[in-house]
């Protein structure tokens, strides 16, 4: 006669415990970011120079300076990425916390004006690096930093509504700008860290400089979470703001090892922290 079995007989698969997940994942995080702690310069502002050293030449004649100490990151790259927070910013501001739509076309048209004239300011600027060769007008720190947070504002328009999309399982098909109104909100933004930059205020100068470079590490941060989504094929699976610390930590993580990886590779080539000296 047959053994019968029940329910109760069959194997049951095993399960991976919910908490393993975080734990891995905040357990790496410590470990790359403790790592890259340990081994850069001292002090806020070397934490920061630590990350422009990652992905800015930092050239002294093109940067500006808290007193008589050189920013984080030069004054185009500085723009760029105080550009990024003040457009983020903006977008949260405007309750556009879950829209992955691009901007409307009109804007968009605008936006990418932004980065040809950047492109077109930066060619220019790179000429002057090599006497002899024309150029269409004298570069200076001023339209380096005017270009660079134009740029900024328009990759938070195009980055975060692509970040949106990929995490966020319901997200909102509306454009992250729709309205004019809302570009000149945006640019308003830009032109206010621009004044401030401007404005030669050591009590204004260091946060933004500490800023500029939290900006970088949140620009790779959300490039980097988007990837991981996509690669591991988990994207459009968050449903609740707790369920996204994990991608976002993740690709912090990345994030950190990118810049720690570039640090070390610059560091070892011209065993220096300080920045390209013209």
């Not at 328009?157 to 309205?179: F, H, I, K, M």
């Not at 830009?190 to 030669?200: A, C, E, K, P, T």
């Not at 459009?236 to 690709?251: D, K, Q, S, Y």
């Amino acid at each position: 006669m047959a053994e019968v079995t029940t329910p109760l007989d069959q194997p049951t698969p095993q399960t991976r415990p919910a908490w393993l997940l975080p734990v891995l994942v905040a357990g790496i995080a410590v470990l790359v970011i403790g790592a890259w702690l340990l081994n850069t310069p001292e002090g806020l502002l070397g934490k920061a120079d630590a990350v422009g050293y990652a992905i800015c030449h930092r050239i002294d004649l093109r940067s500006f300076y808290l007193g008589d100490r050189q920013f984080p990151l030069c004054a185009r790259c500085t723009g760029i990425y105080l550009g990024v927070l003040a457009g983020l910013v903006t977008l949260i501001g405007l309750g556009r916390t879950r829209a992955g739509g691009l901007p409307s076309v009109r804007i968009l048209v605008v936006l990418l004006g932004f980065i040809a004239v950047m492109g077109v300011d930066g060619v220019n600027s790179y000429l002057t690096l090599f006497r002899g060769l024309p150029h269409l007008y004298e570069p200076n720190n001023t339209l380096r930093l005017i270009t660079g947070t134009l740029n900024g504002i328009t990759l938070a328009a195009l980055v975060y509504p692509v970040y949106n999309q990929t995490l966020w399982q319901s997200w909102e098909d509306r454009p992250v700008l729709g309205r004019w109104r809302e570009l000149a909100l945006i640019v308003g933004m830009g032109v206010i860290v621009i004044g401030l930059i401007l404005s030669d205020n050591p009590t204004v100068l260091y946060p933004l400089a500490l800023l500029s470079a939290v900006g970088v590490v949140i620009l790779l941060t959300l490039l980097d979470t988007v990837i991981v989504l996509l690669v591991v094929r988990r994207a459009n699976r968050v449903t609740h703001w707790t369920g996204a610390l994990v991608p976002l930590l993740t690709g912090l993580t990345l994030a950190m090892l990118q810049i720690g990886l570039v640090d070390l590779a610059r560091f070892a080539l011209f065993g220096t922290w300080d920045g390209l000296h013209l």
